[in-house]
């Protein structure tokens, strides 16, 4: 069973900065594709990052391009979304998810492909 445990949300004013972490316990984690997800208030979940295991493949939601950047430590089974330029738009609660076994493609930005899901981690910006 595959846990993900999310940290580093926090209250920022616009124009800071947050670095989001989620550690991985369980199967391993090297070599899956992982993910960030966001859910504001009365909206849908929505696509952030991923990254592919392997290769240094990365794909945002053209919205957080130039802004975010997902990275991953392999020995440490963490993925990280650095957050920079922050916009009270960006506010949500931030989700770390692990790809279905069995899937090995590069990145997927459908929640459908998505098998683990951490608790969410709460990102506010004030204006």
């Known amino acids: 069973q595959v846990q993900l445990v999310e940290s580093g949300g926090g209250l920022v004013q616009a124009g800071g900065s947050l670095r989001l972490s989620c550690e991985a316990s369980g199967r391993t984690f090297s070599t899956t594709a992982m993910g960030w997800f966001r859910q504001a208030t009365g909206k849908e979940r929505e696509f952030v990052a991923a990254i592919s295991w392997g290769v240094d493949i990365r794909y945002y939601l053209d919205s957080v391009k130039g802004r975010f950047t997902i990275s991953r430590d392999n020995a440490l089974n963490t993925v990280y979304l650095q957050m920079n330029f922050l916009k009270p738009e960006d506010t949500a609660v931030y989700y770390c998810?692990?790809?279905?076994?069995?899937?090995?493609?590069?990145?997927?930005?459908?929640?459908?492909?998505?098998?683990?899901w951490g608790q969410g981690t709460q990102v506010t910006v004030s204006s």
């Open positions: 998810a692990q790809v279905r076994a069995g899937k090995r493609g590069y990145y997927y930005s459908a929640s459908q492909d998505y098998e683990y």
